[in-house]
């Protein structure tokens, strides 16, 4: 089977050594994708975006691939500076405070006056608004307990394209319904697992991330919109790599690490729900339409055919390292 | 403040080097405790039982603790060895097959009449049954929907008392209402914490255990029969230590190691919530009345003075291992 162009609309690349490391897991296989702007200090200016894009350039090492590049959200963005940033970034990406890896300077509250600048703004400029969409509730909670914010914003700035990334709950699809302005990624390891991944069995480090895998009827709902390719959801694999050695500490990072093998399971996933069909408006065509973009021509011809996932990556441990998928990449063309 | 006879109503020992390097944690300052026969093999037969009562008295060292003896459950028991086995064992206890640490040779299904034969001698010789209570549905559903088969079995044993262990859902609290012959234990760390500990923030290895700490409101209900020293419910720790790097790998194994510490925390909890008269009966006094036993005479008094735990117990990571909890043992006197 073949994919056009696919895109990772929410990807971590990291920075330094670790950007090296990984960049060219996503260059290989997909024509683009939405880089994280969480960084230390996180990438809110210009100059960052501009210099951080440069960076990743020189990891990746050809032009085969598309970093689209987001800042990450500050309320006392103004619309001079927006207008100026607008043409180097794809979206702004808005992380409640220290809900996740690196989020500490994002927001606390979400008053709608005290935001308004900045988002009227976004609106005005057609820049979409990417958000980690968790309060600091029970953990099994805070995506749920999210959502009236996100109705909240979505009615406040309605010509404001919101996506929520990486949802996990069946709420966040609810909510999909009633905001013509709410729009959605979806990561690989959420459609595969539930919490019961994570924690039923041994504890498993490399399945731990943000937000955490929910339940059984989640994950369910999630499938549903997923593999009909529901023209509000995109794939965003929120690849997030931590050094193995922070991942399997007492302590471990939160972050699931599938760059390389993200369009393999997607394929092995739509087959068994015969929905290969599906596959290429929900790993391109959806996000080409919600974000305007056109993406580098790639063509990306995946095979039925074992492949065994390597135990490490650079010393990056991915989900399934050292198991079998059932999907190969075959052959990637340019043009 | 002070203990009298102090109880642990679930306790694994475990055997060889790690019962050498634990065994005494809980003689210290306990003076009895049900210890779980989930060994490799498990202990089923009257010759194990005392062999493994023998190894913890010698791994102890002393005579000042009661190791309450325990077989692993087997329909296939029938009276005959059950009466030549009474003087040996306080409890029998089951175990759903393969539902926690060394639980391969457990109970699958849970048909009535193909239990009735051993639990029915049971009642008649007055031996309780212990219960690990999980299905093996979704990891944060496992213990309610075993509720139904604890009440089944309450009701048609109305004479055998079963005790739910280790219990951490409301759904659990509400079935002691309910029968008669349900009773149960609590741990000290599901009366501490919620999943939002485990995985809430970085991934705590140290606190994954079996069954998994649930939701806030289900800590609130273990808390309110707890301080209030229900006499249907019992302290018992479920203290199970794994070695160190078996905690710590990727794929970490179940199970809180709080025995050495577990008196101390009890005394700081029932503290902040205006309950330390009813630690006693949390403790013992309960225990004594349910298993009718006569514990070995040993005072513990407890002093509000910061104890530093330590980073290690020969090799095994206790909880809250390097922190400063409230309360220190002082003094321990017998006869």
């Known amino acids: 089977m073949q994919l056009n162009a696919p895109l990772d609309m929410h990807l971590h690349l990291r920075d330094g050594e670790m950007l090296e490391n990984i960049a060219k897991s996503s260059a290989h296989t997909f024509s683009g994708a939405i880089i994280m702007p969480n960084l230390v200090p996180p990438v809110s200016t210009k100059d960052e975006v501009i210099a951080y894009k440069k960076r990743i350039i020189k990891a990746i090492g050809h032009e085969k691939f598309t970093p689209y590049m987001t800042l ?9 500076f927006l207008e100026s940033v607008r043409d180097e970034i794809m979206a702004i990406k808005l992380y409640p405070a220290g809900i996740t890896t690196n989020s500490e300077g994002g927001v606390s509250g979400f ?8 988002l009227s703004a976004m609106s005005d400029l057609n820049i979409p608004l990417c958000v980690h969409g968790e309060t600091n509730g029970f953990v099994m909670d805070r995506e749920a307990e999210f959502v009236s914010i996100y109705e909240k914003l979505a009615s406040a700035f309605p010509k404001l394209k919101i996506i929520m990334e990486h949802i996990t709950t069946k709420e966040s699809v609810a909510a999909l319904e009633k905001h013509k302005n709410l729009y959605a990624t979806i990561t690989i390891h959420h459609l595969l697992i539930t919490l019961d991944d994570v924690a039923g069995g041994m504890l498993q480090p490399h399945l731990f991330c943000k937000p955490i895998a929910k339940r059984p009827e989640d994950r369910e709902a999630l499938l549903q919109v997923a593999l009909q390719a529901h023209p509000k959801v995109m794939f965003g694999s929120d690849s997030a790599p ?8 007492c302590g471990c990072a939160a972050g699931v690490f599938t760059a390389p093998i993200a369009l393999q399971l997607l394929a092995e996933l739509f087959e068994k729900h015969n929905a290969l069909d599906k596959l290429q408006a929900f790993i391109s065509t959806n996000a080409q339409h919600i974000y305007k973009l056109t993406p580098l021509a790639k063509k990306v011809t995946l095979e039925k055919k074992p492949f065994k996932v390597p135990a490490e990556y650079n010393g990056v441990v991915s989900m399934y390292a050292g198991e079998e998928i059932a999907y ?7 043009g």
């Open 242 to 249: 931590h050094p193995k050695h922070a991942k399997e500490a």
């Open 111 to 118: 008053d709608v006056e005290e935001l308004r600048p900045a």
């Open 72 to 80: 990450f959200f500050k309320p006392s963005y103004d619309k001079a």
């Open 328 to 334: 190969s990449i075959k052959e990637i063309t340019y």
